[in-house]
């Protein structure tokens, strides 16, 4: 049953909103940071995007097919061998990330110890959230097992789950958020440095 009563609308809705009249000079500065033409800039875009995709894929395919299981002859060594799959794409990605934050323009902003400190720290916390969460899950349940009809007898409520509902996935993103800020300043003080032995 649907009702006719016209619900209150924030703002008189999308179409009373003039785009034109918006400021862009931040997203326009935020853009001057990224070249979007640089080889290794798009070889990190599909990278990130193509590895949750492919797991994923895989996963719900085997979970209808069941065809990994049969081939391999057990749902574990499956389940492995798919594990095995992600870490070497996982790897790809990271070294992909990694050479397109060594490519990007700079921010000056970021030429200073709080910065390097502050990616430092974001690293430290995903890194705990992600082993953390490889710890209380296991190999298979890390790795998609419940796909593969391996399931753990109770659901994993013991540190980081008890804390976030999803600790590997938010872990990682502090992982490559550090990562991103602290490739800046790094390559910055090298620059330094190496301006400095030049001079003397």
């Known amino acids: ?17 003039d785009f034109r009249q918006a400021d862009l000079c931040v997203m326009t500065r935020l853009l001057g940071y990224v070249d979007i033409s ?8 599909l990278a990130i995007t193509f590895n949750p995709l492919f797991w994923n894929v895989v996963a719900r395919w085997e979970q209808k097919t069941r065809k990994l299981s049969r081939a391999f002859r057990s749902p574990y060594l499956a389940c492995y061998s798919l594990g095995c799959a992600i870490l070497l794409l996982n790897f790809l990605r990271s070294h ?3 050479q397109a934050m060594l490519s990007q323009p700079k921010m000056e902003s ?4 709080v910065a390097y400190c502050v990616g430092l720290a974001l ?3 995903g890194t705990v959230f ?4 490889f710890f209380a899950l296991g190999f298979t349940g890390t790795f998609l097992g419940d796909y593969f009809g391996i399931l753990k007898e109770a659901r994993v409520t013991t540190f ?3 804390l976030l509902d999803n600790p590997m996935y938010w872990g990682s993103t502090a992982n490559y958020l550090g990562w991103a800020i602290m490739p800046f300043t790094a390559e910055i003080y090298r620059q330094k440095a190496s301006q400095s032995h030049k001079r003397s």
Request: hydrophobic share 40%.
């Open 110 to 113: 970021l030429d200073n110890p």
């Open 160 to 162: 980081p789950f008890n």
């Open 38 to 45: 640089d080889p290794r800039f798009v070889a990190a875009v």
């Open 96 to 98: 992909c990330f990694t």
């Open 130 to 133: 992600v082993l953390s969460s």
């Open 123 to 125: 690293l430290g916390v």
């Open 1 to 17: 049953m649907s009702s006719s009563v016209a619900r209150p609308d924030c703002c008189g809705g999308l179409g009373n909103i």
